[in-house]
């Protein structure tokens, strides 16, 4: 039998990486919010339509992570006084570590050598 | 569009509506994304038996960015509790409320994180444990010349 296919449609979906491996997804809508607009973290902020780049998350050294966008203003206030909205230590943006892509490609280049 | 306030005030009166408010909390009316009134009564033992006490929030369009602007209702019959950190007009000296004074109970600011129900209880606790019922020490001069709105009211660091 021959399947000739005619046309396809990749479809994709993408999660931003907010919470570490270990702790339980799903298990505490909670944890799933911006503290500040209570919108999930896979929504936009209430100012953006389109989640994405252009509505990104903002992780602090003190583990809490908010849009962007909502921290922005808030820290951007003399109220803040630069502070965490939940520990009110000193706002610092973490640096994220990007995890190492699975690529096979650049093992089996290796392996031709 | 919604502004932000008002979609972040829906979902807070979703969750009051779903999970209703804490003991001794009620919600007495919330028409609009402008002004929410509660009731707040002290459970237990306390200095204020039996008495109920209205608040009122209101929000402007920066919430919860924005602190609300708090009070007690002294309309139509309504008193604040007398307490150290409540003015006779139903403002109040308390930090989360505005950025300019530090609490000695609530030790802390406002802060986008909390809620309405949040400041509810807050503000139930502050009067849990006031020990002597007494107005705060500058009342009269303060009410004579204090703003409509409790935000724009300017205290002194060492009142």
Known sequence: MKVQIKNWHAVAQW???SVSDDT?????????????????????CPACKVPGDDCPLIWGECSHVFHM???LKWIGT???????????????????????AQEPAASADHSRD | MASISSRRLAKELMEIKNDGCPVGIDLVKADDF???????????????????????????QQYP????????????????PVHPHVYSNGHLIALILSCRYVHPFLGNEWSPVLSVVAVCVTLQSMLASCKEKQRPVDNDRYIKHAPENPKKASFPLNA
Not at chain 2, 70 to 80: I, N, S
């Open chain 2, 34 to 60: 402008s002004t929410w009134w509660f009731t707040i009564e002290v459970m237990g033992e306390s200095l204020y038996p039996n008495e109920k006490f209205t608040l009122q929030f209101r929000f402007d």
């Open chain 1, 15 to 17: 999660r931003w990486d």
């Open chain 2, 65 to 80: 960015i924005s602190s609300p602007a708090v009070q007690f209702v002294v309309t139509d019959g309504r008193e604040a």
């Open chain 1, 69 to 71: 966008h909502c921290l």
């Open chain 1, 78 to 100: 003399a109220a803040s006084k630069q502070q965490c909205p939940m520990d009110r230590r000193s706002w610092v943006t973490a640096e994220r570590k990007i995890a190492p």
């Open chain 1, 24 to 44: 339980n997804k799903g298990d505490d809508d909670e944890g799933d919010v911006c503290g500040i607009c209570r919108v999930p973290y896979e929504g936009c």
